[in-house]
């Protein structure tokens, strides 16, 4: 397993479909993640610190975990297969629960937890981009720093 980091989410064009882009803490790979739009608005939310008025369901899973004395240690992307991609959550005392890539990401968000990817997706999805591609994950940073959340709303 390798720690990665939540880069951010974005809209692909032409088909508006909203992606997360992750990045091997200590590597050089990106994997990138077609997720759905609720997923990417809540994902935005936390890294843009807006906080709804009414918790969003990842909101309250957090809450959920936290009430239970059931802390989220790890989210361990595990698997892809025929495309989709798996995940676990890592809960109290070796719990391991299946879960959506997406959801997990804008779960550990919340609570601080460390995202990992097994080694084996990453071989298969994982991307690199060349020094002369940087700019392009530049670019990515600074829409970042512009979208709204509301921007993944359908």
Same mark, same amino acid.
């Given at each position: 397993?390798?720690?990665?980091?939540? @880069?951010?989410?974005?809209?692909? *064009?032409?088909?508006?479909?909203?992606?997360?882009?992750?990045?091997?803490?200590? #590597?050089?790979? !990106?994997?990138? =993640?077609? =997720?759905?739009?609720?997923?990417?608005?809540? =994902?935005? !939310? /936390?890294?843009? +610190?807006?906080?709804?008025?009414?918790? *969003?369901?990842?909101?309250?899973?957090?809450?959920?975990?936290?009430?239970?004395?059931?802390?989220?240690?790890?989210?361990?992307? @595990?698997?892809?297969?025929?495309?989709?991609?798996?995940?676990?959550?890592?809960?109290?005392? #070796?719990?391991?629960?299946?879960?959506?890539?997406?959801?997990? =990401?804008?779960?550990?968000?919340?609570?601080?937890?460390?995202?990992?990817?097994?080694?084996?997706?990453?071989? /298969?999805? #994982?991307?690199?981009?060349?020094? /002369?591609?940087?700019?392009?994950?530049?670019?990515?940073?600074?829409?970042?720093?512009?979208?709204?959340?509301?921007?993944?709303? +359908?």
């Amino acid at each position: 397993m390798r720690e990665v980091s939540v @880069v951010g989410v974005r809209v692909e *064009l032409p088909s508006n479909q909203p992606i997360v882009l992750l990045r091997e803490v200590d #590597g050089e790979r !990106y994997l990138p =993640i077609w =997720i759905g739009a609720v997923e990417a608005t809540a =994902i935005a !939310y /936390e890294q843009q +610190g807006v906080k709804p008025a009414r918790p *969003l369901t990842h909101d309250l899973l957090r809450d959920v975990l936290a009430a239970l004395h059931a802390p989220l240690h790890a989210v361990e992307i @595990v698997e892809l297969k025929e495309s989709v991609y798996f995940a676990d959550l890592l809960i109290g005392e #070796g719990l391991r629960v299946s879960a959506r890539p997406s959801d997990s =990401i804008a779960l550990a968000l919340r609570v601080g937890a460390t995202i990992r990817c097994a080694d084996s997706v990453l071989d /298969e999805a #994982g991307i690199l981009i060349p020094d /002369e591609q940087e700019d392009e994950v530049e670019k990515f940073r600074e829409f970042l720093d512009q979208v709204r959340p509301e921007d993944f709303a +359908g």
